[in-house]
C-alpha cells in the first residue's frame, strides 16, 4: 500500500507542478486551457484516489490500539453468557417446559458460577495482560 500511496502523491505534485507552470509559463489562451485541463486531470485523479487511502491508514492506526484488560473481558463475557443461561432456565421455568426441581438445582449452579466469576472479576479488575496474551472474543476459548 505504500507504492501506491507514494505513486498517487507523485502524480498529485506532477500534476501541480505542471498547472503553475502553465500559470507561469503558456501565453496563449487556447494552449493554456489544454494544459490546464490535462494538469487537471491527474489532480483530479490522484487527489480521488488519495482520499480513501489516507482513510484506510488512519483507520489501521486506529486498530492498533490493543485491548489492555484482556482476563478482564473474558471473565466479564462469561458472566455474560451465565446470566443469558439463567435467563433462559426462567423463561422455561415459567413455560413449564422443564420439570421446576431441575430448573431449581441448574440455577443454583448458575449462581455459584456467577458468584466464582464475580470473585475473578475482582481479581482481574485493573491487571493489564502481558503482550504475549491472545485476544479473546465473543465466540473464543476463555481463559480461566
Given at each position: 500500500m505504500p507504492k501506491r500511496l507514494t505513486l498517487e502523491v507523485v502524480?498529485?505534485?506532477v500534476g501541480l507542478?505542471?498547472?503553475?507552470?502553465?500559470?507561469?509559463?503558456?501565453?496563449?489562451?487556447?494552449d493554456r486551457l489544454a494544459f490546464s485541463l490535462a494538469c487537471l486531470v491527474l489532480i483530479v485523479w490522484s487527489a480521488v484516489r488519495l482520499g480513501p487511502m489516507i482513510g484506510?491508514?488512519?483507520?489501521?492506526?486506529?486498530?492498533?490500539?490493543?485491548?489492555r484488560f484482556l482476563k478482564l473481558r473474558a471473565n466479564?463475557?462469561?458472566m455474560l453468557a451465565e446470566i443469558r443461561r439463567l435467563n433462559w432456565l426462567v423463561?422455561?421455568?415459567?413455560?413449564?417446559?422443564?420439570?421446576?426441581d431441575?430448573?431449581?438445582?441448574?440455577?443454583r449452579q448458575v449462581e455459584d458460577r456467577l458468584?466464582?466469576?464475580?470473585?475473578?472479576?475482582?481479581?482481574?479488575?485493573?491487571?493489564?495482560s502481558k503482550p504475549g496474551?491472545?485476544?479473546?472474543?465473543?465466540?473464543?476459548p476463555l481463559p480461566a
Open positions: 502524480v498529485l505534485l507542478a505542471g498547472q503553475i507552470g502553465v500559470v507561469v509559463l503558456v501565453d496563449r489562451p487556447t484506510a491508514v488512519e483507520k489501521q492506526k486506529e486498530f492498533v490500539r490493543k485491548r466479564v463475557v462469561q423463561v422455561d421455568e415459567k413455560r413449564g417446559t422443564r420439570p421446576g431441575q430448573v431449581e438445582v441448574e440455577i458468584n466464582e466469576l464475580l470473585d475473578r472479576v475482582r481479581a482481574t479488575a485493573g491487571v493489564e496474551d491472545a485476544e479473546v472474543g465473543e465466540g473464543g
